[in-house]
């Protein structure tokens, strides 16, 4: 069957504005502090794994919603420069396109999001002719998605018919439920769930647990589980196979800002795939991409080409371990 895209992504798309580095505690009280950078920038983590795996020379279409606003056309703007198809972004003529305003401080950060057009998001703005159409189908920020969400297995699982294999990356759930029902009714039409450490945990509803624990756990109930483990790498269960990555190559004092860094690792990871990579190069390639965005601000500016990925490959394996 022929596929007309290599990936389709479903899910957020909106700006991000990026402020940081704090030195200080946020201050109320209308005290105004300054800090060394402000980045606007393609946000939202479907728009940036979109964007990562176009970089990477894939063909790419996304699905979701924005508002009928200055905000819904920088995101279609920054993601047809990037060459992915946005005629499946719907756009809300009601609700406005969502917002993210990061604050960065000593390598962590907090993320205030205004969900906007996401909480209208549903299944009828992913077209069954893009499901059909895909080499492989990509689901971001399952919990910021209420109404799309338990109809999301069902799209895998038509995804699935016509070919395609499929992945999930739920990101972190703002109400701390983690909705188990509609994790267990996805699960199983999910060929890839990548998480990161922490989420991984949450997920496999054991917060106590060891993130390699609980990725066994899930990967028990179907999918291979791909767990994002922030400076110390990555790592995969596969099959019954455990990969781990050598860690993130290049100098943690590079770092810029890591916003979208594990929307990256999901770009190089699904491109690595789709090029007929074992899990284990696959794993690498997700790394070395999460690796190489972090030098830049915000998630996209940093995100390498596939030439770009093969030589930094080629020297992670050529490097004395």
């Not at 919990?143 to 799209?155: I, T």
Request: charged share 20%; with cysteine; hydrophobic share 45%.
């Amino acid at each position: 069957m022929s596929h007309h895209f290599d990936l389709l992504v479903i899910g957020d798309a909106n700006p991000d504005v990026i402020l940081g580095p704090l030195r200080t505690p946020i201050a109320f009280g209308q005290r105004e502090q300054l800090v060394d950078s402000g980045t606007l920038t393609l946000g939202g983590s479907a728009a940036i794994t979109a964007a990562g795996a176009a970089r990477l020379g894939l063909k790419v279409a996304i699905a979701g919603r924005v508002g009928d606003d200055a905000s819904g056309r920088f995101v279609r703007e920054a993601l047809d420069e990037r060459g992915v198809d946005t005629s499946a972004l719907a756009v809300d003529p009601d609700a406005p396109t969502p917002l993210t305003v990061v604050l960065t401080r000593d390598g962590d950060r907090a993320i205030l999001t205004a969900g906007g057009a996401l909480a209208a998001t549903t299944a009828a703005d992913v077209p069954e002719r893009l499901l059909a159409a895909s080499r492989h189908v990509h689901v971001s920020s399952y919990f910021l998605l209420p109404k799309l969400a338990p109809e999301l297995p069902r799209l895998l699982r038509l995804a699935r018919s016509h070919g395609a294999t499929t992945s999930v990356d739920t990101n972190d759930d703002p109400s701390g439920a983690w909705d188990p029902g509609g994790i267990a009714a996805l699960l199983p039409e999910t060929d890839y769930l990548l998480p990161n450490a922490e989420e991984v945990r949450n997920l496999a509803a054991t917060p106590m647990a060891g993130a390699k624990e609980a990725a066994a756990l899930l990967a028990a109930r179907g999918p291979a589980v791909v767990v994002k483990d922030g400076s110390r790498g990555a790592f995969a269960r596969v099959d019954g196979e455990t990969y781990v990555t050598t860690g993130i190559p290049g100098d943690a004092a590079d770092t810029v800002d890591t916003v979208g860094a594990g929307d990256s690792f999901n770009a190089g990871f699904l491109a690595a795939l789709l090029a007929g990579m074992s899990p284990g190069e696959s794993l690498e390639a997700g790394a070395v991409c999460g690796g190489l965005s972090v030098r830049a601000a915000g998630g996209t500016t940093g995100q390498p080409t596939w030439d770009d990925l093969l030589v930094h490959l080629l020297r992670t394996e050529t490097d004395p371990a």
